[in-house]
């Protein structure tokens, strides 16, 4: 197949799923899911996974491949994505690469610093950490690597993990790996857009999203996972979404505070991901409200690059 890997890309609740499915559906594709929590099976509601509708209309992949305890990073899924891809490829489709998890499709495309594996338990710790007391875990930071900690803010428990954890397990700052040779998982050829709302366009859909969770079931599929033997450390039920319906379960919040927690949390992690596309994907940045499977495919078949 000569066509690029198309990759639909920006943050949570933009409309990547239903614009993924529209272009596999008119170009013979398939769609590798790049969502970090989309992952973990019996999480379907608080995840926005595709519906069972939305998964019949195109072939999806990398969804429900795991349970919530386990922990799985962006290595493991650029390396099924990659073989996924050639999956596809071999059955003369296109793959369609699809979310909002930054990491998962920069390891793909442009490869990960060589990090050795970090022990599961040693990661969950450290989360746990992170999260209950951002400001302790960064002064720790600044302690063992300084480096690190002077670029990593206490407000982002994603890198701050990533940067303790590395430590702990190695010995070494992440820096040290940082400076290492990178290999992608793939090396076949893409071209990545972005859907780029007006902030407060955005934040009207993830609030009405997260209503639509919460009238959808997400305290019942939260309940439903604890009787299943999780709780609120699990790996993948401590983030925004289930975080809150715990809380609501335990008595420590009201639905009504519940609901305005999911969608401060979910709009933070909105501008998260918007920073990081912005600084390090290289997307070409498209109208949502513009006819954009139209303008993709202008571009796909202009044979641009991202």
Not at 17 to 22: G, P, Q, R
Not at 52 to 77: F, M, T
Not at 124 to 139: I, L
Not at 157 to 179: C, D, H, N
Request: charged share 25%.
């Amino acid at each position: 197949m000569d066509a690029p890997i198309l990759v639909i890309a920006g943050p949570t609740a933009s409309g990547k799923t239903s614009l993924a499915i529209e272009l596999a559906r008119g170009l013979d594709g398939e769609i590798i899911s790049a969502d970090s929590r989309q992952i973990y099976r019996c999480m379907n509601v608080g995840t926005a996974k595709p519906t069972p509708d939305e998964q019949a209309a195109a072939v999806h992949h990398l969804i429900d491949i795991v349970d919530p305890d386990v922990v799985y990073d962006a290595s493991q899924w650029a390396s099924a994505a990659a073989a996924a891809i050639d999956s596809i490829i071999s059955r003369d489709r296109l793959p369609i690469i699809a979310g909002g998890s930054g990491f998962y499709i920069e390891a793909l495309f442009a490869g990960l610093s060589p990090i050795p594996s970090i022990p599961g338990e040693l990661r969950h710790h450290v989360k746990q950490t992170v999260t209950n007391d951002p400001d302790a875990a960064h002064a720790e930071l600044a302690k063992r690597d300084p480096e690190a900690a002077g670029r990593i803010s206490p407000s982002d428990p994603q890198r701050l993990s990533r940067a303790l954890e590395v430590y702990k397990a190695t010995g070494k700052p992440i820096s040290y790996f940082q400076r290492l040779p990178k290999k992608p998982a793939t090396k076949r050829p893409y071209l990545g857009f972005g859907l780029d709302w007006p902030r407060e366009t955005l934040w009207g859909r993830i609030n009405q999203r997260s209503e639509a969770m919460i009238d959808g079931g997400l305290l019942e599929e939260t309940r439903a996972l604890f009787e299943c033997g999780y709780d609120r450390t699990t790996y993948a039920l401590n983030t925004f979404g289930y975080r809150e319906m715990a809380a609501v379960m335990e008595g420590d919040l009201s639905m009504e505070d519940a609901l305005e927690a999911l969608q401060q949390g979910s709009r933070q992690y909105a501008k998260r991901q918007m920073t990081w596309f912005r600084n390090r994907s290289g997307l070409n940045w498209i109208d949502p409200e513009r006819e954009p499977c139209e303008e993709i495919l202008r571009r796909l078949g202009s044979g641009r690059k991202a």
